[in-house]
């Protein structure tokens, strides 16, 4: 049988893969990490899901474990609301290698006003136990003014009273450097003619496109961003005579062609005014190569690539895995802890009350087999929570990581109680030994 003339070389070594037992009936994988350094680790990744319980108010809500047949399958893939990279993230892969921090994110939510009726603004957030506290500032619709004048400046307007916003990154601050200082910029920016005149203004023209990077890099997908830009944009060509009108009014006419979005979630004490720089707010995940995340990859540079490709970078952080906003990270949490939503369910909020409910405990953990035979009970941390509002579900992600140089004979998943010690069983070790004698008299 014939074979392809160029196979891709192993670049990567690897290590024997031990056998691996899955004594639940939850969702698990097996996969192999290589670090910076060339070390391997055994990765074994669990996701288990539940039920919200319906929020009746008279008590704390316990969730309910779903049955095996309609557990949450592990995310293979980084799943988006939309357009992929163009819209909120809605769950990234379960496959990360190692999370030093905990992720708790809320997505697919939506802030719904106090008692039902329309305001233009009012608060939303959640608590997680003593680790987190966290509260936003949703308005309703709101747009720019369009200016009165060639050389008026935009005008935030009033928000229109509404009784609920999605809580998404669309709606936060930033996006791109909005279309129509694109199309002025670039009106001018490729001018061939010759005159003083065109020059000044492809100069004008360059000199802004570098002040202003075409999105922003820590929400490439909100909007408001590059209003006051626009702005600027038009004073400094507006003051350049121009040699070419009706280009000019061309551009003109794109720049009022679509409504401009002001950003609709706020931080809770900070109300978005215009401000150039806001921060970007939310409850979900950040996406990969946005500017929060993306400093912490590493430096993929030349050097990178002649003396390291393909295993991440020495000045890799990773924390990189983590994609939840800073103030969502926390330690592991263990189990048990009160989590309170507040305007986050309908029902909720027209009562004017919270939502609470107990994160569930559950005793999960990796049972270590090595060659010589001693067996070791590896925590499974829980380092991804996922409240998904339009599932209805609460998902707990769980991962186990062990160095390969520990020569890892099995490993089995299972629901041992938590606290289990190192144990070393004769019976097996002596097996183990034999195992390793006869295979040393083999070779």
Not at 24 to 41: K, L, M, S
Not at 185 to 207: F, I
Not at 319 to 331: G, H, L, S, V
Request: proline fraction near 9%; charge should be neutral.
């Amino acid at each position: 049988m014939s074979r392809p003339s160029h196979v891709f070389p192993a670049v990567i070594a690897s290590a024997p893969n031990p056998e691996v037992i899955n004594h639940t009936g939850w969702p698990a994988q097996y996969f192999q990490h290589v670090d910076p350094y060339g070390d391997i680790f055994h990765v074994v990744v669990a996701r288990v899901t539940y039920s919200l319980p319906a929020f009746t108010g008279k008590e704390i809500g316990l969730p309910t474990l779903l049955p095996p047949e309609k557990q949450t399958p592990l995310c293979e893939a980084d799943e988006f609301a939309g357009e992929i990279n163009a819209s909120s993230l809605i769950q990234e892969s379960d496959y990360a290698p190692y999370k030093p921090k905990c992720d708790v994110l809320l997505v697919n939510a939506t802030a719904y006003s106090p008692g039902g009726k329309p305001m233009g603004r009012w608060p939303v957030g959640f608590r997680f136990g003593n680790a987190i506290e966290k509260y936003l500032q949703v308005t309703g619709p709101r747009l720019y003014k369009q200016p009165l004048s060639a050389l008026g400046g935009y005008v935030l307007g009033e928000p229109a009273a509404c009784t609920s916003v999605p809580v998404c990154y669309e709606l936060a601050f930033g996006g791109p450097n909005l279309e129509a200082e694109a199309s002025i910029l670039n009106a001018y920016a490729e001018t061939k003619e010759p005159t003083e005149t065109a020059q000044a203004q492809a100069r004008a023209s360059r000199q802004l496109m570098d002040e202003l990077p075409a999105r922003y890099q820590a929400n490439p997908i909100g909007c408001g961003r590059g209003i006051k830009s626009i702005d600027r944009t038009r004073q400094s060509l507006a003051r350049i005579k121009t040699a070419s009108v009706p280009r000019q009014q061309q551009t003109q006419g794109q720049i009022e062609q679509k409504p401009l979005l002001a950003p609709q979630i706020e931080q809770f004490k900070n109300p978005y005014r215009g401000q150039r720089d806001y921060p970007v707010v939310g409850f979900g995940p950040i996406g990969r190569w946005w500017s929060p995340r993306m400093r912490l990859a590493g430096t993929h540079d030349t050097r990178w690539k002649q003396t390291q490709w393909p295993k991440s970078p020495l000045d890799h952080d990773y924390r990189y895995w983590n994609c939840a906003p800073e103030d969502q990270q926390i330690d592991y949490p263990q189990g048990g802890e009160e989590i309170v939503l507040a305007h986050l369910t309908r029902q909720s909020a027209m009562e004017g009350r919270a939502d609470r409910l107990i994160l569930p405990k559950q005793d999960l953990q990796l049972l270590v087999r090595l060659n010589v035979g001693v067996l070791m009970f590896a925590p499974m941390h829980i380092d991804t929570l996922i409240i998904d509002f339009k599932a209805n579900t609460l998902s707990v992600v769980r991962r186990a990581t062990v160095s390969a140089k520990t020569q890892v004979r099995q490993l089995e998943l299972g629901t041992w109680p938590a606290g289990t010690a190192m144990e070393l069983d004769e019976a097996d070790r002596q097996n183990a030994l034999a195992h390793v004698r006869e295979r040393e008299g083999r070779g």
